[in-house]
């Protein structure tokens, strides 16, 4: 009996337990309440940072098999224990501050860093009853998470007094900052869908149909804009081996670098998460979640890998691009995407709303087929044109040699 | 005392400690440091009074725009990032009256008024504060009107500032 309880709602069940043994204590009920709540905040962070162990070998792993290499394989099966050696290299190193930095602001870059993005698993509905606070802001909470990272960047390259890393931080926030806006724009279109900003709530709207059927293109936008919120590549800037050789960290040794370097796979990680909730259903699957917490949880897992594989697998196959491409490509291109999916979808989900889920499922997908066929279409035409001036260009030059 | 007291008095002293140190401070980056210090406490505060959504817009568009922007204007402006001349000019005495005068009208006004002894009642469990803010935006009767003046104030802003920036195409006489 008790089993099944803790089976159906393991998190309230062990708060349950909690309470009662703190009040049995003779602890006042809201030092109680604090206690619980500190507990599950470190609880779940915890989890994570050991779970960014883990990422670190998926990320070997999978970059060798796309690099047809083998990765990792000394150090324990399928050289699973080898992020531990990492970990015990990333301690033993010199931590060095370089001459002219600014101490506080250098060492205070890092941990926010990393805690924006552990300040996004405060949103993120593992499970219909395991989810840290069920926000009705959840989308712009997540936005407001990423501004911390971007002000971590900014901070960690000016206090080290670097000119390098300073170069690498103007690019990188300016990737950050104007793919925030796509991004703000798909993030609105699962909550039109689902009429509420709440994470749980969009999840529990796509119990019939994951939103990716009903939009497609925005959950297209919102991986390309992920992409490069998290400044991977194609989007990865502040990286030019030969310029500014790694960007806004360059001069962070040991763990400090360790913190962005688990930060930056967490974050990856996690917007794999975010994608799987706002348009592939969340912890839903044919029912399975039914199950149990646990196996929902085990769910949503699978799909932020599944989610955190195709970032990698974009990373390591498409080329990076310059940063006028960058920004033309933000600007011109993905921001007008963006708002006319968010205009369009909002006026067709009023429309066909009233009708029936079949209508309304096919009217959805029809217009967002439409709409990509319009924009392949034009995007095929702009490239005739640049490839027609392009060779223009090359055949006068060639009749000028000549 | 409650909690709650506590809690908003030591958010109150952060946000004027760091507001205080925003003035004081000779580095312009660390000014603009401890103000993003205080619009996070002014964050905070929206929180703690059901705000939710309020304190997150805050977040996004000071900390995460208006902020990012300040440094990124101080640093492309400025060369050297230390201010050197005096903190104080001659009227600053004159300035402390003036502070301290709206500070003892304000506290003697909210004193007389009688609402501001009251504890807010709670909100009912059920209701949306945010839905009720969503609609009164879009609402004839309520806020549509300034909501999109202030649209098209902030549209005619962006598209002033394109034309400022637009670099004219190679050849083009107005060089």
Not at chain 1, 37 to 63: H, N, P, T, Y
Not at chain 1, 294 to 309: E, P, Q
Not at chain 1, 322 to 336: C, E, G, H, S
Not at chain 2, 71 to 82: D, N, Q, S
């Amino acid at each position: 009996m008790n089993f099944w309880y803790f089976w159906f709602d393991p998190i309230n069940f062990i708060a349950r337990w909690l309470t009662g043994l703190l009040t049995g204590w003779g602890l006042a009920s809201w030092l109680t309440s604090l206690i619980i709540q500190l507990v599950g905040a470190v609880v779940l962070i915890s989890l994570m940072m050991v779970f960014d162990i883990f990422l670190v070998w998926v990320e070997r792993k999978v970059v060798a098999r796309f690099q047809d290499r083998l990765g990792p394989n000394r150090v324990g099966p399928f050289g699973i224990f080898q992020p531990f050696a990492d970990i015990v290299k990333l301690i033993i190193k010199e931590d060095i501050t370089p001459d002219g930095a600014d101490k506080v602001v250098y060492n205070l870059a890092p941990v926010l860093s990393l805690m924006s993005v552990l300040l996004l698993w405060a949103v993120m509905p593992l499970a219909p009853v395991i989810f840290g606070v069920d926000l009705n802001v959840g989308a712009l909470y997540i936005i407001a998470a990423g501004s911390i990272g971007t002000l971590s960047i900014i901070m960690a390259a000016w206090a080290s007094n670097n000119k390098f890393a300073l170069i690498g931080a103007f690019r990188q926030v300016a990737v950050l900052v104007s793919f925030e806006i796509p991004m703000i724009a798909t993030m609105l279109i699962p909550t039109i869908l689902a009429g509420s900003m709440g994470m749980n709530e969009i999840v529990q709207g796509q119990q019939t149909v994951w939103y990716v059927l009903l939009a497609p293109l925005a959950a297209l936008t919102f991986l390309i804009a992920a992409i490069a919120e998290l400044g991977r590549s194609p989007f990865d800037l502040n990286e030019a081996e030969s310029e500014i050789v790694a960007g806004f960290h360059i001069e962070y040794t040991g763990m400090k670098f360790g913190l962005f370097y688990a930060g930056e796979l967490l974050h990856a990680f996690t917007f794999g998460g975010f994608w799987a909730i706002l348009f592939l259903g969340g912890y839903h699957l044919f029912g399975l979640e039914n199950l149990g917490p646990l196996v929902a949880v085990l769910i949503l897992f699978a799909k932020a890998m599944f989610g955190y594989w195709v970032i990698m697998w974009i990373r390591y196959t498409v080329m990076r691009i310059r940063i006028d491409q960058m920004l033309a490509f933000n600007w011109k291109f993905l921001t007008p995407v963006a708002f006319v999916l968010l205009m369009l979808t909002a006026l067709m989900n009023a429309l066909l709303r009233p009708a029936s889920s079949g209508i309304y499922i096919a009217g959805m997908l029809l217009t967002n087929v439409v709409l990509g066929w319009i924009i392949v279409e034009i995007l095929s035409g702009f490239g005739r044109r640049e490839r027609q001036k392009a060779e223009g260009v090359a055949t006068a030059a060639a009749s000028a040699h000549r | 005392m409650t909690v709650l007291q506590i809690f908003f008095l030591i958010v109150a002293l952060v946000i004027l400690g760091s507001s205080l140190m925003v003035v004081t401070t000779r580095n312009l980056i660390h000014a603009a440091l401890w103000l993003i210090v205080t619009l996070f406490g002014v964050a905070v505060l929206y929180a703690v009074l059901n705000a939710g959504f309020l304190a997150v817009v805050q977040v996004v568009v000071y900390i995460g725009a208006i902020a990012i922007l300040f440094i990124f204007a101080v640093m492309l402006t400025r060369k050297e990032l230390r201010d050197r001349g005096p903190q104080l000019n001659r009227g600053w005495w004159l300035n402390v009256i003036i502070a301290l005068l709206t500070f003892g009208g304000l506290f003697w006004m909210l004193q007389s008024w009688n609402g501001f002894s009251k504890t807010a009642a709670a909100f009912p469990s059920s209701y949306d504060a945010l839905g009720q803010l969503g609609n009164a935006l879009i609402s004839p009767n309520a806020f549509v009107l300034p909501f999109e003046v202030a649209s098209v104030l902030l549209l005619a802003a962006l598209v002033g500032a394109v034309y400022i920036a637009f670099n004219p195409p190679s050849g083009d006489s107005r060089k």
